[in-house]
């Protein structure tokens, strides 16, 4: 995500402030898509309610930036 994140930025200016948070988001990719992403055990055992809260928040900041984008975009035309 941070690669699209900093290929995107200097087109849209609402994403420098997210080149943060797309590095915290990858660093969830593999381990909770893969099975052998993990040492062992499952996703659900390795990261904390505390984290998954954390990437949904993350997530949402996206959503908010994506959506924020867009009507931008909308109101142009």
Known sequence: MRVLVE???PRLATLDALTDAARE???FYVPTRYPNGLDSGTPAEAFS???AARAID???RFLDAAGSTLSGLNARK
């Open 7 to 9: 290929k995107l930025s």
């Open 49 to 51: 309610a505390a984290q």
């Open 25 to 27: 988001l990858d660093l």
């Open 58 to 60: 993350l997530a949402a």
